[in-house]
């Protein structure tokens, strides 16, 4: 409905996993490098975690498209809870393979079949197992056993596991997955998003689809989009797309704030909202926000006087950052002969630096001398303190 409305060819913030929408966050670019190195090697585990919405899926799908299928042929999982005579059958399944009957034996036979056909036909095998932390015990060790098949001295099938947080616990601390362990070559968690980032992130998928500036977006919107989803590509997709609905139901040219809370409220009411902050990455807050819970007005006052050392302290940081550039953009020609002759300039900027680095220095010391008694004195719990 929205695309129509606001001129778009499509959908830009659809939840499916969709390769042409791919944004490469510093996050996403990591984990591309850790795929691309895990690959090169052509054998073992490749690892890859990150909670629920933080675009597992979609990064695949991007490395997939970039693939020449003439020299890898890859298979997709998405595993419930299996075990591992069932996750055989699956993977069986995913190359295409058709077994007759439910007989292990016969489909790891025809698995290992395929592996030698597809390898002497010059194409390496991909097999990747999307929602891991699904799987038992017995199915990773399955998994194990499928990466000893090889021609000569040259492994047939690579994997690459892809699973929320948990998975990356269990193949860390359990007993029974040491020797999975030992051939994990390349493993990486997707973090969220950073905060600087939603903003050409959401440009960047509406750009994907016409976008030519109709909707106009207000600044205030993207910081608030990032609180609320914590910095997640899905949780942005499900609030921007429900802002661009709203917009186009009452036939709005520009999203401000008043809708995104409408929207946030509606998300609220229908517990959608509610499931993203559980597992939210939090914002950055203020020092005061912290302890919310145990501050009294005297110590509020203390925050607040930390607060504008520190505000203090950026605005000398800034200073000396420009004090840098104009020595750095301050070409010999433009200087007088005798400063040439005797380095007075630089002498004289290189003096006003050192000062600056002093005061910062001594300031900052200052600072976390304070800021550690505040939190002794909060922690204690001592409800009779009175402001100095």
Same mark, same amino acid.
Request: hydrophobic share 45%; glycine share 12%; proline share 1%.
């Given at each position: 409905m929205f695309d129509d409305f606001y001129g778009l060819r499509g959908r830009p913030f659809q939840l499916t996993p969709d390769p042409a929408f791919y944004f490469e966050s510093l #996050?996403?670019?990591?984990?591309?490098?850790? &795929?691309?190195?895990?690959? *090169? +090697?052509?054998? /073992?585990? $490749?690892?890859?975690?990150?909670?629920?919405?933080?675009?597992?899926?979609?990064?695949?799908?991007?490395?997939?498209?970039?693939?020449?299928?003439?020299?890898?042929?890859?298979?997709?999982?998405? #595993?419930?809870?299996?075990?591992?005579?069932? &996750?055989?059958?699956?993977? *069986? +399944?995913?190359? /295409?393979? $058709?077994?007759?009957?439910?007989?292990?034996?016969?489909?790891?036979?025809?698995?290992?079949?395929?592996?030698?056909?597809?390898?002497?036909?010059g194409r390496r095998c991909l097999l990747i197992v999307d929602e891991s932390q699904n799987l038992s015990i017995g199915a990773l060790e399955e998994l194990r056993m499928l990466s000893n098949f090889q021609l000569g001295s040259h492994p047939l099938l690579q994997t690459l596991l892809l699973g929320q947080p948990e998975f990356r616990e269990t193949l860390h601390e359990h007993p029974q997955l040491e020797q999975l362990r030992q051939r994990v070559i390349a493993a990486h968690h997707l973090d969220a998003m950073e905060s600087s980032e939603l903003q050409p992130y959401i440009e960047h998928r509406m750009k994907c689809v016409g976008w030519e500036g109709n909707p106009a977006f207000d600044q205030r919107v993207f910081a608030e989009i990032y609180t609320a989803s914590g910095g997640l590509p899905r949780r942005i997709n499900q609030i921007v797309n429900r802002l661009l609905l709203l917009g186009a139901v009452d036939k709005r040219t520009r999203i401000d704030g008043v809708m995104l809370s409408q929207v946030l409220s509606e998300l609220t009411e229908d517990g959608t909202l509610s499931l993203m902050r559980q597992a939210a990455k939090p914002a950055s807050q203020p020092l005061e926000s912290t302890f919310a819970s145990k501050l009294e007005p005297a110590d509020i006052a203390a925050f607040a006087q930390i607060e504008a050392a520190l505000a203090e302290r950026d605005a000398q940081i800034a200073e000396l950052q420009h004090a840098v550039l104009e020595l750095a953009n301050s070409s010999e020609a433009q200087l007088a002969p005798q400063d040439q002759a005797d380095g007075g300039f630089f002498v004289g900027v290189h003096e006003r630096i050192s000062a600056l680095e002093s005061q910062m220095i001594e300031q900052d010391r200052t600072i976390r001398h304070t800021l550690t008694m505040l939190i002794e004195w909060i922690e204690a719990g001592d409800t009779q303190r009175v402001a100095a």
């Open positions: #996050t996403h670019r990591k984990a591309l490098s850790y &795929l691309g190195y895990g690959l *090169a +090697q052509g054998e /073992g585990f $490749v690892v890859i975690t990150g909670e629920v919405g933080a675009g597992k899926s979609t990064l695949v799908a991007h490395l997939m498209s970039t693939i020449d299928p003439s020299r890898l042929t890859a298979a997709h999982v998405v #595993t419930s809870k299996l075990d591992s005579e069932e &996750l055989v059958h699956v993977v *069986a +399944q995913a190359f /295409g393979l $058709v077994i007759e009957g439910h007989d292990k034996a016969t489909a790891l036979g025809a698995i290992e079949g395929f592996l030698h056909e597809e390898a002497r036909s």
